[in-house]
Structures are given as structure tokens and as C-alpha cells.
């Protein structure tokens, strides 16, 4: 398995997770999407669910529209609770709570176990936002990110190594709402017949067809290791890996894409 599978399988995750994702709820920047339980006490015809329209404006009983570029769930309680006392109430309580978190929206593509839209609730790092897209797909080989995101306008891409991404550094970017990330799915060689574990070995430079059978498991009792061969494209390649174990023979390097198969003794 590759590194990076059992580091993120650990981070998945959730109810730690889900916990931090509601420490200090007030301070979230609400924008358009999102969907707010606002309640004045006392007041039901004040009280309701509403949506944050286009521009970051809520249309509110008695007060029409009101702009919530840049406001926190806090400051927007401050500000509502003003508005009110200014103008119809005396001393106002209001309480505000995020029922929809629509407004920062990422997207999470390729080698992860549940692709899909995140919604960020706080700031969320790279290592954070993949475990909460259910930690890398254990059935494929992850060795890059690939990050889209709008800056002023402008396309822009990043392309993160994943051990710079688990080693928490540089590569453990923050996240920003938009941002489309695609865990690019790695180059695999597969192993079939008669070895413990069929499926897919990663393909790195200098992988040898011994090699990624010991990936596998290595052979079953019964293998006929004198009848291994690799399929590649068209062809059909054949391969002593007995001799080859056995030193007498040289290696043969995979190239992507590979089937490696190892046939079964006939009695």
C-alpha cells in the first residue's frame, strides 16, 4: 500500500473532525448559499430560516435587505440585533445558527473515498479537507494533487507532491472556497493468478516484475513460477521468475499499466 494510503486511512476520520468542525461556529464568514436560522426572542413573525442571496444580502422581515459581505455569524448577530433595537424593538435578543454551509463549496476529485463537494465550515488545510473527503481510495495510487483556483479573476493551478502534503509543510496548503482538487490518481501495475493479494502495485521508476510480486504477497504454493508472464499492450511477454529468484536470470523492469500474471502449476 502506499505510504500516503495508511497515513490518510488513519485521518478518516470523522467525529473528531466533525467535533473541530463546530469549535467557535460564530466567527464563520457567511456568504451567498448559505442558509441561517435566525431567531428573535419573542418576535416569530421576525423568526425563520433564510437564505444568503446573490451579493451576500438577506432579505429580513421589517428590515428588507441587509448586506453580509464579510460578516461573521457574531458580527451578523451584532448587526441585527442594532438594526432591530434602532428601529422596532427594545433590547432585542437575537441568535443566529448556519443550518447550510453552501457558500464555501469545494470540489474533491480523483483517488479519495467519497469525491464530491466539501463544504468548509472554518479555515481547512489540505491533510483536513482529504480526510474530510473520506481519506485517499485505498484501491489506487495517489502521488500528486492537483489544485484549481480563481485568483482576481485569473485561472490559476498548483500542483502538490503528496509527500509534501503529509509531511504538513509548504505542501499542506490552506483551502479556499472554489478551489477545485483533483487527487491525481497514480500510475499502477496490476498482479494476477497465483499470488497472496491480486490488484494493483504503484508504479514507481525501477519496479521489477519480482518486485511487485512480493508487492502482492508473493507467490502461492502452487504458482508456476517458470510460466509468468506480463501482458503490455498486445503483447505477451514470458518470464522465468524462478531463475530470476534464483539469481540466474535478470530482473525485467514494468513499465505503467502492466499486468503481471503467474500461472498455476499443472499436476
Not at 428590515?63 to 427594545?90: C, F, I, K, M, P
Request: with cysteine; net charge negative.
Amino acid at each position: 500500500m502506499h505510504p500516503a494510503v495508511s497515513i490518510l486511512l488513519c485521518l478518516a476520520w470523522p467525529a473528531g473532525l466533525a467535533r473541530a468542525q463546530e469549535v467557535d461556529a460564530s466567527a464563520y464568514v457567511v456568504g451567498t448559499g448559505d442558509l441561517l436560522d435566525i431567531r428573535v426572542f419573542n418576535e416569530p413573525d421576525l423568526s425563520g430560516t433564510f437564505r444568503v442571496h446573490d451579493g451576500d444580502v438577506l432579505a429580513l422581515p421589517l428590515l428588507g435587505e441587509v448586506g453580509v459581505a464579510g460578516l461573521t455569524v457574531s458580527s451578523l448577530d451584532d448587526t441585527l440585533t442594532r438594526l432591530y433595537g434602532e428601529r422596532y424593538l427594545v433590547r432585542p435578543d437575537v441568535t443566529i445558527q448556519v443550518t447550510e454551509y453552501g457558500s464555501r463549496a469545494v470540489q474533491v476529485l480523483g483517488a479519495v473515498g467519497k469525491p464530491g463537494v466539501v463544504y468548509l465550515q472554518r479555515p481547512t488545510r489540505m491533510l483536513e479537507l482529504l480526510a474530510l473527503a473520506g481519506g485517499l481510495n485505498a484501491e489506487k495510487a495517489a502521488r500528486e494533487i492537483h489544485v484549481q483556483r480563481t485568483v482576481d479573476g485569473a485561472s490559476q493551478s498548483i500542483v502538490l507532491k503528496m509527500d509534501e502534503v503529509l509531511a504538513g509543510g509548504e505542501g499542506n496548503i490552506e483551502i479556499r472556497a472554489g478551489d477545485v482538487v483533483n487527487v491525481a490518481e497514480g500510475l499502477l501495475v496490476y498482479v494476477s493468478g497465483q499470488v497472496e493479494k491480486t490488484g494493483t502495485v504503484p508504479f514507481r521508476e525501477g519496479l521489477t516484475v519480482s518486485r511487485a510480486v512480493a508487492e502482492a504477497g508473493g507467490p502461492k504454493t502452487y504458482a508456476n513460477l517458470r510460466e509468468t508472464y506480463i501482458l503490455r499492450g498486445g503483447e505477451r511477454l514470458k518470464v522465468n521468475l524462478k531463475r530470476i529468484l534464483a539469481g540466474r536470470a535478470e530482473d525485467v523492469l514494468l513499465q505503467p499499466g502492466d499486468q503481471v500474471v503467474v500461472e498455476q502449476r499443472v499436476f
